[in-house]
């Protein structure tokens, strides 16, 4: 099985600051790599699939890159809504799919 | 809009089974795969399994086989996902996503806790 591993597991930043999350595959996975928002008591939300590409109505302070094995999820400058955590997902080997832990950002 | 719509919350006993819809609207049904995930408290997401809506096919995590059975309706535009002998680990938030071909899982269902207790 594919395994993901984020980074940090929690952060800590300020409204406007830009922030970055890592997401490292066990195995090369090409671009096949989504990432997600999820608020407390709320499902997640789709933000970037193929690594790099906004699902429709994402603003553009979010982005995506990387391929093979190492990813990031890069958000320019932070709106209060954004503090949620952050879950990268592998879907290489489809349609086994495979999540990393999460990133909690806090403010 | 593409909607998707979960049947309500359940509380099982131990050894129990339990059945989960969802119900999607506003888009052809048969067109995207379904995937089930669950969280449990505190926990990350974790994949279960997955269905063409289109012929049926089905793929499960290793982890469930044996335990989980999706299914669905295309009459009703509704998928299934059956768990059965249930232990309280079982206890967790289960979603239904749509997967839309090249753009990934776009869409998720609202969630249904399932809770498993003596």
């Known amino acids: 099985d594919i395994q993901m591993t984020q980074s940090p597991s929690s952060l800590s930043a300020s409204v406007g600051d830009r922030v970055t999350i890592t997401c490292r595959a066990s195995?090369?996975?090409?671009?096949?790599l989504a990432w997600f928002q999820q608020k407390p008591g709320q499902a997640p939300k789709s933000l970037i699939f193929?690594?790099?590409a906004l699902q429709s109505g994402v603003p553009s302070r979010f982005s995506g890159s990387g391929s093979g094995t190492d990813f990031t999820l890069t958000i320019s400058s932070l709106q209060p809504e954004d503090f949620a955590t952050y879950y990268c997902?592998?879907?290489?080997?489809?349609?086994?799919?495979?999540f990393g832990q999460g990133t909690r950002l806090d403010i | 809009q593409v909607q998707l719509v979960q049947s309500g919350a359940e509380m099982k006993k131990p050894g129990a089974s339990v059945k989960v819809s969802c119900k999607a609207s506003?888009?052809?049904?048969?067109?995207?795969?379904m995937h089930w995930v669950r969280q449990a408290p505190g926990q990350s997401l974790e994949w279960m399994g997955w269905i063409n809506a289109a012929n049926g096919d089905t793929k499960y995590s290793q982890k469930f086989q044996g335990r989980v059975t999706i299914t669905r309706d295309t009459s009703a535009n509704t998928a299934y996902m059956e768990l059965s002998s249930l232990t309280s680990e079982d206890t967790a938030v289960y979603y239904c996503a749509r997967r839309s071909g090249y753009y990934g899982i776009d869409y998720w269902g609202q969630g249904t806790l399932v809770t498993v207790s003596s």
């Open positions: 195995q090369g996975i090409g671009n096949y």
């Open positions: 193929a690594a790099s």
């Open positions: 997902q592998q879907y290489n080997n489809y349609p086994l799919i495979t």
């Open positions: 506003g888009y052809t049904f048969t067109s995207c795969a």
